[in-house]
């Protein structure tokens, strides 16, 4: 762990056995959460630095976890095609959401915590009951995607998850009913990341066609397109500003303005592809992680 601020190494935490694939604070600020191609998932204590407590379930890799909107709940998704539901405070398997047949590659909490969205490699969409375990809604077939789901976004209002796929396509499903109400297509490889803007209603999507582009979702319509020279692999949006950081295989971070469709700075240091961009709670400063086995942080108060 580091302390942003200087930049200088504070402690490390060791307890996996394999990669890890992603790590999260809860909302609180009191818990970090590690998931590891190893099957388990370490919670640790911030203050103490102790480990608290290990989540296990499958002996297959973690694909990604979430924290619980309200409390200390986590759910995770595996390669195994199940996705696991834990009480980080004392280590219980509460749920496990069986339905899918491959590995679970995205997923989340609706932000009013009611319900859970999964994607998988065996492209559908399920929408959960968390209380429950009870598979919803199963989205699949046409007019839906065709090939695995790699990455999903959910409204603020709870009411829509936008999934991007292997195939190039995106969909925006109403997670009420199941249905499709709507698809985003002007991408021609496969989709590795969406973000919801939090001021107005457009999404960012990042694909491997080398293209960031920013949709007006009330007319599922383009706004603007920003090129990059390599492939898109992540994207943030920058608190409530119109501002788009993009990390990319070229090594280099991008911050697009969404209502002119500029690049208006270029952040470089990495030598190798941008794995994952995110910022600090109060906005100033930008991290990201790179394949070169470096993270590093950007100042960018003047993005706020």
């Given at each position: 762990?580091?302390?942003?601020?200087?930049?200088?190494?504070?402690?490390?935490?060791?307890?996996?056995?394999?990669?890890?694939?992603?790590?999260?604070?809860?909302?609180?600020?009191?818990?970090?959460?590690?998931?590891?191609?190893?099957?388990?998932?370490?919670?640790?204590?911030?203050?103490?630095?102790?480990?608290?407590?290990?989540?296990?379930?499958?002996?297959?890799?973690?694909?990604?976890?979430?924290?619980?909107?309200?409390?200390?709940?986590?759910?995770?998704?595996?390669?195994?095609?199940?996705?696991?539901?834990?009480?980080?405070?004392?280590?219980?398997?509460?749920?496990?959401?069986?339905?899918?047949?491959?590995?679970?590659?995205?997923?989340?909490?609706?932000?009013?915590?009611?319900?859970?969205?999964?994607?998988?490699?065996?492209?559908?969409?399920?929408?959960?009951?968390?209380?429950?375990?009870?598979?919803?809604?199963?989205?699949?077939?046409?007019p839906y995607h065709r090939e695995g789901i790699i990455c999903l976004a959910i409204s603020s209002d709870s009411s829509l998850a936008l999934t991007g796929s292997k195939d190039g396509?995106?969909?925006?499903?109403?997670?009420?009913?199941?249905?499709?109400v709507s698809s985003l297509r002007d991408h021609v490889d496969s989709i590795e990341c969406i973000g919801l803007s939090a001021s107005n209603p457009w999404a960012a999507t990042g694909?491997?066609?080398?293209?960031?582009?920013?949709?007006?979702?009330?007319?599922?319509?383009?706004r603007c397109t920003c090129h990059h020279p390599g492939g898109v692999t992540c994207l943030l949006w920058l608190g409530t500003s119109k501002y788009v950081a993009t990390g990319c295989?070229?090594?280099?971070?991008?911050?697009?303005?969404?209502?002119?469709?500029?690049?208006?700075?270029?952040?470089?240091?990495?030598?190798?592809?941008?794995?994952?961009?995110?910022?600090?709670?109060?906005?100033?400063?930008?991290?990201?992680?790179?394949?070169?086995?470096?993270?590093?942080?950007?100042?960018?108060?003047?993005?706020?």
């Open positions: 762990m580091w302390r942003i601020c200087q930049g200088d190494f504070t402690f490390e935490l060791q307890g996996h056995n394999e990669s890890v694939s992603s790590v999260a604070f809860s909302l609180d600020g009191m818990l970090l959460a590690s998931g590891s191609f190893d099957g388990l998932i370490k919670v640790w204590d911030v203050a103490s630095r102790n480990l608290k407590c290990t989540l296990e379930g499958t002996d297959k890799g973690i694909e990604w976890l979430r924290w619980h909107p309200r409390g200390h709940l986590i759910l995770a998704g595996s390669e195994d095609g199940i996705a696991f539901l834990w009480n980080a405070d004392n280590g219980a398997c509460l749920k496990m959401f069986r339905g899918h047949g491959q590995s679970v590659t995205c997923g989340d909490f609706t932000p009013d915590g009611r319900k859970i969205c999964t994607g998988s490699d065996d492209a559908t969409l399920r929408v959960w009951n968390p209380r429950t375990a009870e598979s919803i809604h199963v989205v699949r077939g046409h396509s995106i969909h925006i499903v109403n997670i009420t009913n199941g249905r499709v694909s491997a066609d080398q293209k960031l582009i920013i949709w007006d979702l009330q007319h599922s319509v383009p295989v070229d090594g280099k971070v991008r911050i697009w303005d969404s209502l002119s469709g500029s690049c208006v700075k270029t952040l470089s240091g990495h030598s190798d592809v941008i794995q994952s961009v995110a910022s600090s709670s109060d906005g100033d400063y930008l991290v990201s992680t790179s394949t070169d086995k470096t993270a590093r942080v950007f100042e960018i108060k003047e993005f706020k």
